[in-house]
């Protein structure tokens, strides 16, 4: 199976950038769907961004218009470019391949790695 690694984490100031790299020790040509996940302190966690083998792109609302997701299926790399950070922001973020329902839920497969931390200062 294809192992994930995140990577791209830091501290940051608030309105600063980020951008975070997910590197598969295999093909993710084939993973029709694949997902940014984060986990704050006391939270659950929740999906971030996805996106589809054929582009199509999903975004938590309080994500929408400061982060992008993207894929490289030569590098089997996904990214997610994280602009205007604010201190909510803060959390570890993890990559995953999803199972997308018919009602457009994002479900993350039992496979996690280990994560990178991201911490917004105010």
């Known amino acids: 199976q294809v192992q994930l690694a995140e990577s791209g984490g830091g501290l940051v100031q608030a309105g600063g950038s980020l951008r975070l790299s997910c590197a598969a020790s295999?093909?993710?040509?084939?993973?029709?769907?694949m997902g940014w996940y984060r986990q704050a302190p006391g939270k659950q966690r929740e999906l971030v961004a996805g996106i589809t083998s054929g582009g199509t792109t999903n975004y938590a609302d309080s994500v929408k218009g400061r982060f992008t997701i993207s894929r490289d299926n030569a590098k089997n790399t996904v990214y997610l470019q994280m602009n205007s950070l604010k201190p909510e922001d803060t959390a570890v973020y993890y990559c995953?391949?999803?199972?997308?329902?018919?009602?457009?839920?994002?479900?993350?497969?039992?496979?996690w790695g280990q994560g990178t931390q991201v911490t917004v200062s105010s």
């Open positions: 995953n391949a999803a199972l997308i329902t018919p009602t457009n839920r994002w479900i993350p497969s039992n496979r």
């Open positions: 295999g093909s993710i040509f084939s993973i029709n769907a």
